[in-house]
């Protein structure tokens, strides 16, 4: 029987008794999808895992995703992604900045994502510490602490969603070389909306589901008090009380879930403290269906 620890904190629990090279129960599958709504967070500590065994125990959850950048894909496995700031022959064998800044993975996205599923196989040290931790916050506090006449003016309201918000926020603060998306790439993944409070489908519980990488506008407000609005939520969802950093050990594989989180990676690092990670990201059909059912949630 696999045993959940939680962290204690308002996130995050570590589950050591499952090998995630090896098939895995239909039991087990439901006691992770259940510690997901419980802890938002989960470590797996000591894998040891290829692309392909990252791929098929993410493929458990869902559907996997292949990112609309279309690169630094593990070879042969599009799903499976490679963050890192390493070099060979002097080119970027991942992508750099990867979530630097607090976010909801594909809110962008009609059909938006459940699951993230990372492996941590190269973890940066200075003086024994690990750098480069991922940090999150708990959107089901974040909602319930909300003002009272605040969540029933904004309930069943809807935001707007613009990957090119957090795209070009990573090129303009942080420096990188990502290149300004095409025209191809844009309209792949125009601005989309989703209620503002989503129903967790797993806990049955409300979150706020906006976030400040991707959120730009409240379509129900006028744009002055949607401006307002947003920067209320966006200060309110990342105070110190709804924070977890998770710190990573080589060999993690770290899965949380987007619903009930928002999350940031720490670049507290350096050029030459090299982080490799690999990261496949599960969408949410499963329990939306289809992207429609998303809005009407
Ligand atoms: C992400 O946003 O998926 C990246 C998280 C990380 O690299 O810590």
Redesign the pocket.
Known sequence: MVNVKSTGEILGATIEDLDLSKPISDQDIEIVMRALGEYGVLRFPGQQLSAQDLKSFSSRFGELEINVANAYQAPGHPEVMI?SNMKEDGKPIGLQD??QSWHT?MSYSKMIAFA?V?HGIKIPRRNGVPL?S?EFCNMHAAYEDLPAELKTRLDGMTALHDFNKFWEMMRREKGSARPPLTEAQRKAKPPVSHPVFLTHPITGRKVLYANPGYTVRINELPEKESEETLEFLFAHQVQDKYRYAFRWTEGDVLMWENFGTI?N?VADYGSDEHRL?L?CQVMANRFFGNAANVAAA
């Open positions: 963050l990867a979530g993975d993230n990372l480069g991922t999350h990676a990670i990261r």
